[in-house]
Each structure stands twice: as structure tokens, then as C-alpha cells.
């Protein structure tokens, strides 16, 4: 089974950026991948994904401040969040999909991911 360890996470000011940093424990060339987030209190939601193309897919709240990027040779994902705001304050969560060629997007991968690292914490203060 793959593990997957994020990092990266911490403090920051609203405006500010972020990069983290998913370090996979074996190939993840041919799988979907991608991060969702978690606040407190509510329900985890689909951020990002990569397709095994580089086909990126974002939610709405990551549009045009987030970017989703992989590099297979290191086996490792990454999400740049710029112009971060206070309710961008979750834990972030990255995923592997379930099976290679599989569809790749932020909700699809949400309910039908492998694998789940144990989350990175952001807060983000105004």
C-alpha cells in the first residue's frame, strides 16, 4: 500500500503563499492525484487533482490561486496557493486514486481515492 506524507503546512497572513509538498512511498506515474481540504466542523472538499497527463482540474474555491503540479520522478505532488485567505484555514489532505486510468477530478477523487496522507495543517490570520 502507498503512503503518502504531506508537508509544508503552517502559518501564514492573509495574501500570503504556501507550497506543500506530497512525498509518495512508490510510483505514481499512472494515478490520479490530488489534494482536498478539511475545515473544522465541516465536510472534506475536492481542491485539485493532476491526471497522469497533466490534465489539472480545480474547484471553484482554487481557481486562479492554486496550482496543482507533480513531479513522477520524485514521486511527489504539490499545490501552490497564492493570495491565501482566512477561509482557506483547514487541514490539507493529499490522495491517490484508486486505479490507474481512472477519471480525475476534485469530486471524483474524493469519494473514490486510494489512499489518504495523514493531512497538513494551514492558518491563514487576517
Known amino acids: 500500500q502507498v503512503q503518502l506524507v504531506e508537508s509544508g503546512g503552517g502559518s501564514v497572513q492573509a495574501g500570503g503563499s504556501l507550497k506543500l509538498s506530497c512525498a509518495a512511498s512508490?510510483?505514481?506515474?499512472?494515478?490520479?492525484m490530488g489534494w482536498a481540504r478539511q475545515a473544522p466542523g465541516k465536510q472534506r472538499e475536492g481542491g485539485a487533482t493532476?491526471?497522469?497527463?497533466?490534465?489539472?482540474r480545480y474547484a471553484d474555491s482554487a481557481k486562479g490561486r492554486f496550482t496543482i503540479s507533480r513531479d513522477n520522478a520524485k514521486n511527489t505532488l504539490y499545490l501552490q496557493m497564492n493570495s491565501l485567505k482566512p477561509e482557506d484555514t483547514a487541514m490539507y489532505y493529499c490522495a491517490i486514486g484508486a486505479r490507474s486510468g481512472d477519471y480525475c477530478s476534485p469530486r471524483w477523487l474524493l469519494t473514490t481515492a486510494a489512499r489518504w496522507g495523514q493531512g497538513t495543517q494551514i492558518t491563514v490570520s487576517s
Open positions: 493532476i491526471d497522469t497527463d497533466g490534465t489539472t
Open positions: 512508490s510510483d505514481i506515474t499512472y494515478y490520479c
